[in-house]
Nanobody
Framework: QVQLVESGGGLVQAGGSLRLSCTAS????????MGWFRQAPGKEREFVGS????????YYADSMKGRVTVSINNAKTTVYLQMNSLKPEEAAVYYC??????????????????WGQGTQVTVSS
């Protein structure tokens, strides 16, 4: 099980941007698919975007296409979620996930048993 730490959350005005980061201690993500999810109060956790192991291809939820980008640094130690044009209803706790040798699309549909602390994103109207 990969221990992940999300960071970069905070308060942003509607229409603003935020970049979240995800790291794991003493590990690279070279062979891992990585995904971002979010959960708002009273709602189920939902998929946001992901990046494949090995090819770095990406996959996004329809509601987020054109406004978010998932990327990974060259050292494969940090995964980012760049979010633009944020809406108040997108306020949530954002989580990252890692799964060995998984494509971006499969990251969206996989089941996960363990979640980290996440990082809170608040969008003011």
């Amino acid at each position: 099980q990969v221990q992940l730490v999300e960071s970069g959350g905070g308060l942003v005005q509607a229409g603003g941007s935020l970049r979240l980061s995800c790291t794991a201690s003493a590990r690279t993500f070279s062979d891992y698919g990585m995904g971002w999810f979010r959960q708002a109060p009273g709602k189920e956790r939902e998929f946001v975007g992901s990046i494949s192991c090995c090819t770095d291809s990406t996959y996004y939820a329809d509601s987020m296409k054109g406004r978010v980008t998932v990327s990974i640094n060259n050292a494969k130690t940090t995964v980012y979620l760049q979010m633009n044009s944020l809406k108040p209803e997108e306020a949530a706790v954002y989580y990252c996930q890692a799964q060995w040798m998984t494509t971006a699309q499969d990251m969206a549909s996989s089941r996960y048993n363990h979640w980290g602390q996440g990082t809170q994103v608040t969008v003011s109207s």
